[in-house]
């Protein structure tokens, strides 16, 4: 667990803002026709005019035989998370999750959407073309996930509060027409974030309530919810980074950055 301080705070916010118009770009870029390797190169760009660095870029984890070769992860349909951008080209009512992240300052944030894929730009994030009707569930139900994580946020409060809030929303309080409720993933967790791309506690999708670490003023974490339309067990690609749902099923991703208040939660990757 690493505090940060009020300097740390402050570039941790501007870093944060930026990255998430960086984001809201790539989203309103994924459109059909274009390949992830394009986006990914949309996504390098942006984020050096934001005066950033790519966070991803080169970044090496335990099992994968090469480091992560692009600032941008693209995952499409049943992959939920780290897809490699590639030569694949979007296609329309794809599922498409956009996980990214900046070094700013010597500080780095974390954020992530899904998108359904149309035939032309949105004109904002929430313009979509609503045709592909259970797609569209599994999404919202998604961000609606990490909005319900993010109000457990605050100091005292448990890791176990997070996951617990997720998991009950995504398993058992989605109503909706057809929609007995959502997968909720339990090998990949959210984390904290700041002096480096991933730091502790982890912060699980699933939980007990008042279990696991307590939360701390001045804590940065990144809560992300990945849902899926089937069961929630994954598994991982030959690539050694795409993580993908055993059942085929789609998956979405949503994902912040925030910071621990005595009050609250600050999100950070908020435009």
Not at 187 to 212: M, S, T, W, Y
Request: glycine fraction near 12%.
């Amino acid at each position: 667990m690493i505090i940060k301080n009020k300097k740390e705070l402050e570039i941790l916010r501007e870093g944060g803002k930026r990255l998430a118009a960086v984001l809201a770009e790539v989203a309103r870029s994924a459109i059909a026709g274009i390949s992830t390797r394009e986006l990914d190169a949309l996504a390098e760009n942006w984020i050096l005019k934001a005066g950033g660095t790519p966070s991803f870029k080169g970044y090496k984890t335990q099992g994968a035989q090469h480091p992560y070769p692009g600032a941008l992860c693209v995952s499409i349909n049943d992959e939920v998370v780290h897809g490699l951008p590639s030569d694949r080209v979007l296609k329309n009512g794809d599922i498409v999750g956009l996980d990214i992240g900046m070094w700013y300052r010597g500080l780095c944030t974390d954020t992530a959407l899904t998108v359904l894929v149309t035939q032309t730009k949105f004109r904002s994030l929430t313009d979509l073309n609503l045709v592909w009707v259970r797609a569209n569930k599994l999404i919202k139900a998604t961000r609606k996930s990490l909005e319900i994580g993010i109000q457990q946020v605050r100091a005292g409060a448990r890791v176990g509060d997070i996951g617990f809030a997720i998991q009950n929303y995504l398993e058992k309080e989605v109503r909706l027409p057809d929609v007995q409720g959502f997968g909720v993933v339990r090998e990949l967790v959210g984390h904290g974030v700041g002096r480096a791309v991933h730091e502790d506690p982890e912060i699980p999708n699933f939980g007990k309530k008042g279990g696991g670490k307590e939360l701390v003023e001045g804590m940065i974490i990144a809560l992300e919810p990945m849902a899926t339309d089937g069961s929630p067990k994954v598994k991982i690609a030959p690539d050694g980074w795409t993580w993908l749902t055993r059942d085929g099923s789609r998956a979405a991703h949503f994902e912040h950055t925030v910071m621990v208040t005595r009050d609250g939660a600050e999100v950070l990757t908020k435009i």
